[in-house]
């Protein structure tokens, strides 16, 4: 979500010196402490998401790409880190439709692949008959580790990583609509 549909004003290294990640990935760190540790870096962490959340903007074309596959009855799933309030009031915001939103209550989070699989899983789809849209790495590793084919990645900041990878990159979502049009037409997508 935040970087793909949306534009939000994170400051990552802030975040993470904040709560003492000590190199690991947030939630992952977070999940790991006991209590009261936990608790209070987690509130440490919503703060941050939530003065993210309120000054996020939408990403142009997102609306159109969305409306697109709607058009072609392809499932519009969304999997994020984020959390379940900031997601809802982002969705609210910027009249976003899902058909599926799975959030980091679930209890599992990309870097992960067992996210997607639960999307593959609910709505009975093979690794090849789907597409992942995301633009960071953990977007990258989710998608490999669940072996998921088509994995786009809108522009990439390590180019490197992410052609070693098998990801497509793209610079707009128009370029993913082409490209997505031209799978639906190829029948790999429904």
């Known amino acids: ?27 992952a760190y977070i999940s790991e402490l006991q209590e009261p540790e936990r608790s209070l870096k987690w509130k440490v962490l919503e703060k941050y998401e939530r003065e993210a959340t309120l000054n996020a903007t939408l990403n142009k074309g997102i609306l159109e790409l969305l409306g697109f596959l709607e058009d072609l009855g392809i499932v519009r799933a969304l999997v994020t880190n984020n959390n379940q309030k900031n997601v809802s009031y982002l969705l609210d915001k910027f009249n976003l439709v899902f058909d599926y939103v799975l959030t980091r209550e679930r209890g599992f989070w990309k870097p992960s692949g067992a996210p997607l699989r639960e999307v593959l899983k609910t709505f009975n789809l093979a690794q090849d008959e789907c597409c992942l849209i995301g633009d960071s790495e953990f977007d990258i590793r989710a998608g490999v580790d669940a072996e998921i084919t088509n994995i786009f990645i809108l522009n990439p900041k390590k180019k490197e990583f992410f052609e070693s990878n098998r990801a497509e990159m793209f610079v707009s979502f128009e370029d993913i609509q082409k490209k997505i049009k031209n799978l639906a037409s190829d029948s790999c997508l429904s």
């Open 1 to 27: 979500m935040d970087g793909t549909l949306i534009d939000a004003p994170y400051d990552w290294q802030k975040i993470r010196l904040d709560l003492d990640t000590r190199g690991k990935p947030i939630l």
